[in-house]
């Protein structure tokens, strides 16, 4: 005998947790995950910025729609902040103008600097790398731990159900239901939400659905010591508006990638070696400063659908199959604002209003546009 919801979450990471916990409201949901804790994947190996500047039109939209959430959370939610401010900087490299305009084009709230105030900011900035720079100060740094666990907590609270080492093996549709077999157990609801990051495709496939071409990326991340540069905590997040490498402080360190987007098939990601190592050439030829060893590295999958959009809604084709997927790198500065909308359209209601004001269209996330 199958345990009866009234929709199945596969995944449990941001994503899966984020809207669970909203649906959880007025519906029984089970969020089914196939490793032994949530957000083992790409949850928990995010760079972890609020940057409103990044990312296709959608995310935008949504990121800016989250800002308020991040900076004043729902009481209980968290018991410390979410969004920690620090600047960012964007420079302009030998090269880089149309980038630049692209930059300008979308951007808001952006402020140009000279070179002598971008150093002011910056002390290690080489002199003559930047053509021009542009100030984002309404950036910041995002505790994702701490919003990851925030929705688990409330969807528990609402009466959801999460089941770790429970991937989804089997999935049939018998009638007008999806049945889930999994190692936790056999389980049946009306709607089922793919929420699998980088193995949306894969769960597709098992429930019978067409895939949609998602392709994780790896990108890799490597942190160095910046002995005896006073003022490390306090640096701005910096990049190239190439988007060729990032660095920015962390835990009295410094993190670093050549912004790198592999494709990979989905799997637990490993740190490339030589993606580091060009991640830390450029931010040496960028700054003065000088790495000699690196302390630690990780890697991650970043998921995309051919267009860079992320895919929200039911599928056009199959009946109760709802995708949510392809958030790419921006899932977690995008999350509050994305969920809710998510949410909603499982429950056959508007995106918010809020969101759609943010500049959303819908049309840019439906599945059917592939």
């Excluded at 979450?9 to 909203?22: F, L």
């Excluded at 003559?128 to 100030?135: D, E, I, P, Q, V």
């Excluded at 609270?157 to 089941?163: F, I, K, P, S, Y």
């Excluded at 998921?303 to 958030?327: K, M």
């Amino acid at each position: 005998m199958a345990d009866t919801f009234d929709i199945i979450v596969i995944g449990a990471g941001i994503a899966g947790a984020s809207i669970a916990a909203h649906l959880a409201e007025t519906k029984r949901v089970l969020i089914l995950e196939m490793e032994d804790r949530p957000g083992f994947h790409t949850t928990g190996r995010s760079a972890a910025t609020f940057e409103p500047n990044y990312g296709p039109p959608p995310m935008l939209a949504f990121t800016r729609a989250s800002n308020m959430f991040f900076t004043n959370p729902p009481q209980g939610f968290t018991d410390g902040p979410l969004l920690v401010p620090r600047s960012s900087l964007f420079f302009e490299a030998e090269g880089q103008e149309n980038f630049t305009k692209n930059l300008l084009a979308s951007g808001s709230g952006l402020e140009e600097l000279s070179e002598v105030q971008a150093r002011k900011l910056f002390p290690i900035l080489r002199e003559g790398y930047a053509k021009r720079t542009f100030l984002d100060p309404h950036t910041g740094d995002l505790d994702v731990d701490l919003l990851h666990r925030g929705y688990l907590k409330l969807f528990k609270a609402r009466g959801g159900q999460l089941l770790n080492s429970a991937a989804a093996e089997t999935i049939l549709r018998p009638g007008h239901v999806w049945e889930v077999i999994s190692p936790q157990g056999i389980f049946e609801a009306e709607f089922l939400v793919n929420a699998a990051g980088a193995w949306g495709d894969v769960v597709a496939a098992k429930a019978g659905v067409k895939p949609i071409g998602l392709q994780p990326k790896r990108r890799s991340i490597g942190v160095i010591p910046v002995d005896g540069i006073p003022g490390v905590a306090s640096f701005p997040m910096v990049t190239d508006v190439g988007e060729t490498w990032y660095a920015k402080p962390q835990s009295g360190k410094m993190m670093v990638s050549s912004a790198d987007a592999t494709p990979v098939d989905p799997h637990d990601a490993y740190a490339d070696d030589m993606a580091i190592a060009e991640g830390i050439e450029r931010l040496m030829n960028a700054t003065t400063i000088e790495v000699n060893h690196l302390d630690h590295s990780w890697g991650g999958l970043r998921t995309f659908a051919s267009d860079g959009a992320p895919v929200i809604g039911f599928d056009p084709h199959t009946e109760g199959f709802f995708w949510l997927v392809g958030q790419g790198g921006y899932g977690i500065q995008s999350a509050p604002a994305l969920s809710r909308t998510a949410a909603a359209m499982v429950l056959g209601e508007k995106p918010p209003q809020d969101v759609r004001d943010a500049g959303l269209v819908l049309a840019e996330i439906l599945p059917d546009r592939f």
